[in-house]
């Protein structure tokens, strides 16, 4: 019971550090404003580690090393955490590989709740300023689905084929993850 406590708190925190790092970095590829309310939870949530990290790591062609370097470290620590609460039963070699998967999962459904947040947004009858940013992000991802899928009704199914993949993803993520382990 208490593994499976600190295993949901280490995946709460670490997950959200982690989101708030690899948001930053698209946000920052995408050439989206951080002057809104979710640019600056990001900024708050991240400065801590990245600023540091930009030190030693340099943009390279709008690429921002740190803000990825810091999401993979957090996601190192977090899983060395969990190493060390297993009693150090799996190997540390594959620490690298946990966090590897670790970071698609977390990207994979850090994006899965832009569009969830974008489709509630849609919704609404005035448009709140965090709309335009989240229909920004999401944008890259529904607009080539877009262009296959027409709407239907007058409703625009990109955002809802956009999460059956994204969850069909996940579950390839998890089958590919097992088998890399069980060799």
Same mark, same amino acid.
């Given at each position: 019971? !208490?593994?499976?406590?600190?295993?949901?708190? !280490?995946?709460?925190?670490?997950?959200?550090?982690?989101?708030?790092?690899l948001l930053?970095?698209?946000?920052?590829?995408?050439?989206?404003?951080?002057?809104?309310?979710?640019?600056?939870? #990001?900024?708050?949530?991240?400065?801590?580690?990245?600023?540091? !990290?930009?030190?030693?790591?340099?943009?390279?062609?709008?690429?921002?090393?740190?803000?990825?370097?810091?999401?993979?470290?957090?996601?190192?620590?977090?899983?060395?955490?969990?190493?060390?609460?297993?009693?150090?039963?799996?190997?540390?070699?594959?620490?690298?590989?946990?966090?590897?998967f670790g970071?698609v999962r977390?990207?994979?459904?850090?994006?899965?709740?832009?569009? !969830?947040?974008?489709?509630?947004?849609?919704?609404?009858?005035?448009?709140?300023?965090?709309?335009?940013?989240?229909?920004?992000?999401?944008?890259?991802?529904?607009?080539?689905?877009?262009?296959?899928?027409?709407?239907?009704?007058?409703?625009?199914?990109?955002?809802?084929?956009?999460?059956?993949?994204?969850?069909?993803?996940?579950?390839?993520?998890?089958? #590919?993850?097992?088998?890399?382990?069980?060799?």
């Open positions: 019971m !208490l593994y499976e406590i600190a295993t949901f708190l !280490l995946d709460l925190v670490g997950g959200l550090l982690t989101g708030a790092c930053r970095f698209y946000m920052q590829w995408q050439r989206v404003s951080f002057a809104n309310p979710l640019g600056r939870v #990001v900024m708050a949530l991240s400065d801590w580690l990245v600023l540091p !990290l930009r030190r030693v790591l340099r943009a390279v062609r709008g690429w921002d090393w740190a803000s990825l370097v810091a999401a993979l470290l957090l996601q190192l620590a977090q899983y060395g955490l969990l190493w060390l609460l297993m009693g150090a039963g799996v190997a540390w070699v594959w620490l690298l590989w946990l966090a590897l970071l977390v990207a994979i459904t850090g994006l899965m709740g832009l569009l !969830l947040v974008s489709a509630v947004l849609s919704w609404m009858p005035a448009r709140a300023p965090l709309a335009d940013v989240v229909a920004r992000l999401c944008a890259p991802v529904l607009r080539p689905l877009q262009r296959i899928i027409p709407p239907l009704g007058g409703v625009d199914w990109s955002a809802l084929v956009a999460l059956v993949l994204l969850q069909i993803a996940l579950i390839v993520l998890g089958h #590919v993850q097992a088998s890399v382990f069980m060799q």
